[in-house]
């Protein structure tokens, strides 16, 4: 089952997704990250449930990074499906990846106390 789920955290805001994600959930996606990307802080994507992502769910993630710049994180483990999708797209040399939620996280916590 597709599901997307968004939730805060001290300094942004986490959008999950698991499942399979391609244009039919867009409607559901598209929302989330524009309330997420809104505030001016960190955007993490967690795709460490997600199975399967479409070109317009990397299309929207391109979007979100030009707008908010190193602000996007997507948490995705590496060797996974999903993961091969952004190597083999090479979006990986733009977007911020991490192997897990938690990293992601973690990496901005550094990066804002070495600031």
Same mark, same amino acid.
């Given at each position: 089952m597709e599901n997307v789920r968004s939730y805060s955290f001290d300094d942004g805001m986490v959008v999950e997704l698991s499942g399979? #994600?391609?244009m039919s959930t867009m409607p559901v996606i598209e929302p989330?990250?524009?309330a997420a990307c809104r505030d001016g802080n960190l955007? %993490?994507?967690d795709l460490s449930r997600a199975t399967f992502i479409d070109s317009s769910v990397l299309s929207m993630l391109l979007r979100a990074?030009?707008?908010i710049g190193n602000r996007l994180r997507v948490? %995705?483990?590496s060797g996974s499906r999903v993961h091969r999708i952004f190597e083999i797209t090479q979006?990986?040399?733009y977007i911020t990846l991490s192997e897990t939620l938690d990293r992601a996280l973690r990496? #901005?916590?550094e990066l804002k106390s070495s600031a």
């Open positions: 399979e #994600h391609d989330a990250m524009a955007v %993490v994507v990074h030009k707008r948490a %995705v483990a979006m990986d040399r990496t #901005h916590d």
